[in-house]
């Protein structure tokens, strides 16, 4: 009788604890806002890397270039369990189907004498119509997810098993004309509005309305969306959790996605903005210095930065730039390595401290903010 008192006093204790916990995070999830946090995320989240044989034949031609691109991801779905916040996804137009169906690298190989490699594309995807994700056409095109469509719904799945995460945070490259620096190798097509149109209507055909942030719910009545930007107008983790937010990288590519649609009315994507513009709310600073981004941020931008490029941090472990980065206050630090994915040379790895999937922004979190509401890993 007395143990299972003791185990019933105990269970009382945990669920006030769970409830005090459940509550405090409410109360703060009304004062922190989606840009006063911060969250790790990986470039080209998408790339699962090299076969053997491939591997073997883009170093021995192009080693300057390959040395940039040795890294590879985990499954988003891993990416996500492991913490990552923000993912990467470069996206290429294929509304026949087959464009990118029978990469060079393949041939290549063979004709080197190398080993076969495992088939690339197992449930013929590639031959598919619709949008494709991809790195480097003919060289690099082992991907964790071929359709774009297939990447969001591995996400929304994650999203509804998990659903009182931070919003995550989905980084859009549109890749157009050379992809790739093996001679004659297949050429991606540009883009027009049209093609915006299409890509906007596949996110809208996996996610819901009510599952994403977009430019419009943030703007509200005010004139520009840079004018509800400065006014802090960014909404609050309380109105944000279990959300998504698209994100435009290419700065050449917002004219085609903004005709007809001034402001992003109606649009899914933030367009990559400056400090001025009446689109800025999203501003990219991939290589930003630390002071030049905390201003940013200050002022009530959402920045993206890296932490690492073309895999030099990961082979000589130099932290200084993660470091920065950190301290600057950008909301997402993008990298090739995040804490579950360490360099192999060296162990370097980016994440936030004590196991933190995401935490109070170092530079305009709200003073009392608790990083251990924020969200741990699960």
Known sequence: MLRFLSAGLLAAVSFASFTSWAQTQSAQDKLIHLNQIQVIGTHNSYNLGFAPSEAKYFEQHYPKVYHGVEYHHQTLTRQLDAGVRQLELDIVQDPAGGRFAHPKIVELTKEAGLPADPDFDPNHEWIRPGFKVLHLGDLNQRSACILFTSCLKEIRAWSKAHRGHVPIFLLIEDKQGRLSPLPGAVTAEPWITATWNAMDAEIRSVFKENEIITPDKVRGNAATLEEAVLAGKWPTLANARGKVVFLL??????????????????????????????????????????????????????????????????????????????????QMVSTDFPVSEPAPWTGYTVGLPNGLAARCNPINAPAGCRDELIEKKK
Do not use: C, W
């Not at 903005?273 to 290589?287: H, L, N, T």
């Open 249 to 330: 990288y290419n700065r050449k590519s917002a004219p085609a996605y903004l005709e007809g649609h001034a402001m992003m009315k109606g649009r899914v994507l933030f367009v990559n903005g400056r400090p001025g513009e009446p689109e800025a709310g999203f501003v990219e600073q991939d290589q930003g210095k630390a002071d030049e981004i905390s201003a940013l941020v200050k002022k009530g931008y959402l920045v993206r930065t890296r932490a690492d490029f073309n895999t030099d941090q990961g082979r000589t472990n130099d932290t200084t730039r993660k470091d920065e980065t950190l301290r600057s206050g950008a």
